[in-house]
C-alpha cells in the first residue's frame, strides 16, 4: 500500500491511498441516440451480455436449469454449510472486536468528517435496503415453522427440520427454541455479513480513495491488480448477484402482492395482474430513481419506516400486550441462550436444520451483500467505524428481535393459546394476513401491510438500480441518470420476462448461488478492514 | 453593471466549456468583474479527485489558470454531492447564491430528445435563478 502526504486528505486525518489508476480510466463515454453514456468497460457489457444470454438459456432450457441450478445451490448450502456457518462466525466476532478496540474510534470520510444523514434517514434506508421485505413475509411465517418442527413428535428425528433436536410436546421450550432460531436468522450474523462489506467500501472508499466497487475492497490484498481482470470478475459477479437476486425477487414478489391483494380486494390471481404489479412498481421505482438518493430512497424509506412502526404499536397494543412485551426479553434471553449451539459449524446433529435453513440463509444474506453493503457505504459517510457497527450491527437486531416477537409471537400465541389455525393452514405470502385477521381493524392493517411490502420493492428496486450503476460505470456515482434508468426498466424486464416464461426459481437459486464466491471475498474484507484500520489509527495517532 | 460572474464549470468536460469561460472572461474584463468558477464533485471519490478535497485544489488550480490566462479576478467555490446527476440544479443553485453573484454564464448543450426526459441543467438554472443567466452554446 503506497500512500503519499501529497494528497490532500479528506475532512481530517486520513491515509489516501495513491495508486496509479484513475477513476473511471476505462470508461467509455459517449452517448446513445440522445442519452449521455459513461460505462465500464468491459464490465458493463459484460454483465449485461451475460444476464441476458442466462436469461435466454433458462427459459430455453427451463426443466434442466431448474434443476441444475437447484442442485448446485443445495449442494454448496449442504456440503460446504460448515463454510458459511464458519465463516459467519468470523464476521460477527470481527464487528464486535472492532466495536471495543480503539480501531472503532475511526471515523468514515477523516477524522472531522460530518454525517450526511441523520440517524432518522440513516436507519429507514439501512432497513429498507437490508432486510424490509424479508420481515415482512418471514416475520409471521418462519416463527411458526420453526415452533411446529420443534413441537411436533419426531422433533430430532432424522426427518425433523427442528432447530437443535427440538422439544418435542414441550409447547414452553418449543416455542423458546423457535424464537431463538428465528432470531438467529435475522440477528447478529445477517447484519454482521452487511456491516463487514459495507465498512470495508465505505473505508476503502471514504478514506482511502479509491472508488466505490466492489474490487477496491481487495486493494490490499491484489494491489493494482484489481484494476484488472481479477477485479473485473468481482465487480461482474456483483452485478450478477444484485441484478438476479433483485429481480427474482421482484418477480416472486408480484406473486405474493398478487396473493396478498387477491385475499383482500379479490384482484384475479392472473399473469397479467402480476405483470401491472411489476410495472407499476418499477414505474414507481423508476420516479423514485429520477429524484435521486435524498427525494426518492430516502424519503421513501421514511415513510414505510413510519408505517411499519405504526403496525408494529398496533400489533403490540390491540394483541397480546403483557405476552409480547415480557416475550421480548424471554426471547432475547433464549436468543443468547442458544446463540453458540445454533452457530456452531460442526458436528451438528440437526442437519436439515442446519444446512437446509442456516447455510441457505448465510448464502442468501451473502449474496445480497453486494447491493446491501453498497448501498449503506453510500449513506453511511461521517459515521465512526463504532457508531457504524452499533448502528448497523447490534440495534436493527434489537429491532429484529422486536418485530419477531411482536408479529410471530402473536401467531404464536394464536395458535397456543386459542386454538386458531388459520396462520397455519395460510400459504406463505398470507400468513401475515391470517393473523391480522384475527385483531381489530384487519381491513386497515392488511392494506397497511400490502403498501409496505410494494413500497419496500419500490426502494430496492430504486436502490438496486443505483448500486448497479455505480458498479458498471467503474465506481463513478456521477453517471448520467439514464444509466440507472436502464438497469431499473432493465431488472422489471428480466422480472417480467422469467415470470411470464418460468425460471425465476432457477434464478434465484443461481443467485444465492453466489454466495460462495462472494463468502470468500467477505474474509478478504475481513483482512482488508483491519489492515485499512490500522493505517488510519496509524494517521490519527501521529 | 455586473460585479460578481458566477461560472458553474464541469471539470471532466473542460474542452466543452470554452467558448463559456471566453464569454465569462470578456464579460469580466467589460465591467471590470470577479468570476466565481463553481464545481460540484461527488462525496465518493471520482474522476477528479480521490476526496472532495482534492477536487477543491483541482478546482483552485483551474481557477489560477484561468486568471492568468485571462487577466482577470477570480475565486472558486467547491462542492461535494450525495448524488450528484439529480441534486446538480439545486446545488448550483445554492452555490450562485452563497457566491453573491449577480450574473452566471453557463454552458449548454444543444437541445435535443433527452430534455424531455431530463432537464438540462442551464435550463433549470436559468428558469429559477435571480440574476441574469447567460447560456452559452
Known amino acids: ?542 | 453593471m455586473y460585479r460578481n460572474i458566477a461560472v458553474p464549470v464541469d471539470l471532466e468536460h473542460v474542452d466543452r466549456l470554452e467558448k463559456a469561460l471566453s464569454t465569462a472572461a470578456d464579460l469580466a474584463n467589460h465591467y471590470n468583474a470577479k468570476v466565481c468558477y463553481i464545481g460540484v464533485t461527488t462525496v465518493q471519490p471520482s474522476a477528479l479527485g480521490h476526496t472532495p478535497e482534492e477536487y477543491a485544489q483541482k478546482l483552485a488550480a483551474f481557477g489560477r489558470d484561468q486568471a492568468a490566462k485571462h487577466g482577470i479576478e477570480v475565486t472558486t467555490l467547491a462542492r461535494a454531492a450525495h448524488d450528484l446527476p439529480v441534486d446538480l440544479d439545486k446545488i448550483l443553485l445554492d452555490a450562485i447564491s452563497d457566491a453573491e453573484a449577480d450574473a452566471v454564464v453557463m454552458a449548454s448543450h444543444v437541445p435535443g430528445l433527452a430534455d424531455h426526459f431530463f432537464a438540462s441543467n442551464a435550463g433549470t438554472v436559468a428558469s429559477e435563478s435571480k440574476v441574469s443567466v447567460f447560456v452559452i452554446r
Open chain 1, 1 to 542: 500500500m503506497t500512500t503519499t502526504d501529497d494528497l490532500p486528505q479528506p475532512e481530517g486525518a486520513a491515509d489516501v491511498i495513491q495508486t496509479e489508476y484513475q477513476i473511471g480510466q476505462d470508461n467509455i463515454k459517449g452517448s446513445v441516440g440522445p442519452f449521455g453514456l459513461d460505462i465500464h468497460n468491459p464490465v458493463f457489457l459484460v454483465s449485461g451480455l451475460s444476464i441476458v444470454a442466462f436469461v435466454v438459456l433458462t427459459l430455453a432450457l427451463q426443466n434442466e436449469t431448474e434443476a441444475w441450478f437447484n442442485a448446485l445451490r443445495n449442494a454448496l448450502t449442504g456440503n460446504l454449510a460448515w463454510f458459511f456457518l464458519g465463516s459467519a462466525n468470523v464476521f460477527v466476532v470481527l464487528c464486535l472486536f472492532l466495536i471495543v478496540t480503539p480501531l472503532g474510534k475511526v471515523r468514515l470520510g477523516g477524522e472531522n468528517a460530518t454525517p450526511d444523514y441523520s440517524y432518522t434517514g440513516w436507519f429507514a434506508m439501512l432497513f429498507a435496503a437490508g432486510m424490509g421485505i424479508g420481515l415482512m413475509f418471514y416475520g409471521v411465517s418462519e416463527p411458526i415453522s420453526h415452533y411446529a418442527s420443534s413441537f411436533a413428535e419426531g422433533a430430532g428425528g432424522p426427518d425433523s427440520w427442528a432447530p437443535l433436536g427440538g422439544a418435542a410436546g414441550d409447547a414452553e421450550a418449543s416455542i423458546r427454541l423457535g424464537m431463538a432460531a428465528t432470531i438467529f436468522h435475522w440477528g447478529l450474523h445477517p447484519w454482521a455479513i452487511y456491516a463487514i462489506v459495507a465498512l470495508a467500501l465505505a473505508l476503502f472508499s471514504y478514506n482511502k480513495g479509491l472508488p466505490l466497487t466492489m474490487r477496491s475492497i481487495f486493494y490490499p490484498i491484489f494491489g493494482d491488480a484489481v484494476w484488472g481482470w481479477t477485479g473485473h470478475i468481482i465487480d461482474i459477479l456483483a452485478v450478477f448477484a444484485t441484478l438476479f437476486g433483485l429481480a427474482t425477487s421482484l418477480g416472486f414478489g408480484a406473486e405474493q402482492a398478487n396473493a396478498g391483494l387477491n385475499y383482500l380486494f379479490g384482484l384475479p390471481a392472473t399473469d397479467l395482474s402480476k405483470v401491472l404489479l411489476i410495472i407499476g412498481i418499477t414505474g414507481v421505482a423508476l420516479l423514485s430513481v429520477m429524484a435521486g438518493l435524498d427525494a426518492g430512497v430516502k424519503r421513501l424509506s421514511e415513510i414505510n419506516m413510519g408505517l411499519a412502526a405504526l403496525l408494529l404499536i398496533f400489533v403490540i397494543v390491540v394483541g397480546p400486550t403483557v405476552a409480547i412485551l415480557t416475550g421480548f426479553f424471554e426471547n432475547l434471553l433464549a436468543y443468547a441462550e442458544y446463540l453458540i449451539p445454533l452457530s456452531n459449524p460442526v458436528g451438528r446433529s440437526d442437519a436439515n436444520f442446519s444446512q437446509g435453513w442456516t447455510a441457505f440463509y448465510w448464502a442468501w444474506w451473502i449474496s445480497w451483500s453486494p447491493f446491501v453493503g453498497m448501498f449503506i457505504a453510500r449513506v453511511s459517510r461521517g459515521r465512526t467505524v463504532r457508531e457504524f457497527i452499533i448502528c448497523v450491527l447490534l440495534i436493527p437486531s434489537l429491532v429484529c428481535v422486536l418485530w419477531m416477537t411482536v408479529f410471530g409471537g402473536t401467531a404464536i400465541q394464536q395458535i397456543v393459546q386459542t386454538g386458531f389455525q388459520g396462520v397455519v393452514d395460510a400459504s406463505l405470502e398470507l400468513k401475515l394476513f391470517a393473523m391480522l385477521d384475527q385483531l381489530p381493524l384487519a381491513g386497515i392493517t392488511s392494506f397497511v401491510g400490502i403498501v409496505l411490502v410494494i413500497v419496500f420493492f419500490v426502494t430496492s428496486s430504486d436502490s438496486g438500480s443505483l448500486v448497479i450503476d455505480t458498479i458498471t460505470a467503474g465506481g463513478k456515482t456521477n453517471a448520467p441518470t439514464p444509466q440507472r434508468v436502464f438497469w431499473c426498466i432493465f431488472e422489471g424486464l428480466v422480472a417480467i420476462t422469467l415470470l411470464l416464461g418460468g425460471g425465476l426459481g432457477a434464478l434465484q437459486a443461481m443467485a444465492v448461488s453466489t454466495g460462495l464466491p462472494f463468502t470468500i471475498v467477505l474474509l478478504g474484507a475481513c483482512y482488508a478492514i483491519v489492515k485499512g484500520l490500522q493505517s488510519e489509527r496509524a494517521i490519527m495517532t501521529k
